[in-house]
């Protein structure tokens, strides 16, 4: 505790000599939560990012999140707290099998969920997140659509689109874990709660759901719902702000599976470091950033 005390102190006085903002994904630890600028699903942290006027983002999430930040403002120092953070669904789809899939279907449009990296973006057309893949399906006039790389989010924007989508095969480990059966236990477990599910989870479980949606819709639904108890199918850290919007209702997170290890390689004294010795920093190559700022900027776009 007296530790953190410190460490939090000495973040305050880097962030003014260094004129940083802090990003913060809803899946960090809570120790990096409280001390964000701005906590915020996939979506609003690339807004915010692209919107800043500080010198330097620090961003803490994963490795793509952060090359995104550095896509929308390119002449800003990126850096994050670990850079071996990453996430297992990016890396799941290359460049090439990508332009293979391409040249099959070449009148396609590219859709990239922004879980991906900075060479997959600029092969593609438009970015979405959980939050605006649906509105970003519907904003395309084509024939035929290619997307990656989320099988499960990818059928679940085609079911609820009722358009066809060419859908690559990956999937996040830790979302994908989730299975019938952990609901229907906890349900049993706890017959009064709603069950929220995140679209990152398989078909059959994201079905049970009494209500889907992106991370910040999550939190938007049980912070309005008059309900007291929640089965909550997505990634644990999102409790910290379900409690501190809600802390009279109860939260029981579907498995105890549903931590995403990525996420939680970064920590408050990673981050304390990253600022005082600018390092490490997120860099992409030029030509590919201004290949895959357009993709982003696309997305930024469609209300
Ligand atoms: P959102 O922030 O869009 O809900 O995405 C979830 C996720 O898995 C981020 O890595
Ligand atoms: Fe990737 Fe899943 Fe972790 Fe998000 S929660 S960073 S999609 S592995």
């Not at 996939?42 to 330097?56: C, G, H, I």
């Not at 084509?142 to 999937?171: C, F, S």
Request: with cysteine; proline share 4%.
């Amino acid at each position: 505790q007296e530790q953190n005390r410190e460490l939090r102190v000495r973040l305050e006085q880097l962030k003014k000599e260094r004129n940083a903002i802090i990003l913060a994904h809803y899946y960090q630890r809570d120790e990096i939560q409280e001390v964000a600028d701005f906590r915020g699903d996939s979506f609003l942290l690339a807004q915010k990012a692209a919107e800043t006027e500080a010198d330097v983002i620090v961003f803490c999430g994963v490795h793509f999140m952060g090359e995104s930040a550095k896509i929308l403002a390119p002449n800003k120092t990126v850096l994050i707290p670990d850079e071996r953070a990453g996430c297992p669904m990016a890396d799941m789809v290359n460049v090439d099998g990508l332009r293979k899939l391409k040249a099959q279907h070449p009148g396609a449009k590219v859709v990239t969920y922004i879980n991906s990296s900075a060479e997959i973006k600029a092969e593609t057309d438009i970015c979405c997140t959980s939050a605006n893949a649906v509105k970003v399906i519907e904003s395309l006039d084509a024939e035929e659509i290619i997307w990656v790389p989320d099988k499960n989010l990818g059928q679940y924007v085609q079911d609820q689109t009722g358009k066809k989508l060419i859908i690559w095969e990956g999937y996040c480990n830790t979302h994908d874990m989730l299975t019938v059966k952990d609901v229907m236990e906890m349900r049993a477990k706890y017959p009064e709660a709603e069950f929220v599910v995140h679209p990152e989870c398989r078909p059959e479980v994201v079905a049970m759901g009494d209500y889907v949606g992106s991370t910040t819709s999550i939190l938007e639904y049980c912070r309005k719902s008059d309900r007291r108890q929640f089965i909550v199918g997505t990634e644990d850290g999102t409790g910290y702000q379900l409690r501190l919007d809600s802390p009279d209702k109860e939260f029981h997170f579907a498995t105890k599976f549903l931590v995403c290890p990525n996420m939680k390689v970064n920590n408050l004294k990673k981050l304390v470091k990253c600022l005082e010795t600018m390092k490490p920093q997120i860099y992409v190559p030029p030509a590919v950033a201004d290949k895959a700022r357009t993709s982003l900027e696309r997305m930024l776009q469609v209300r």
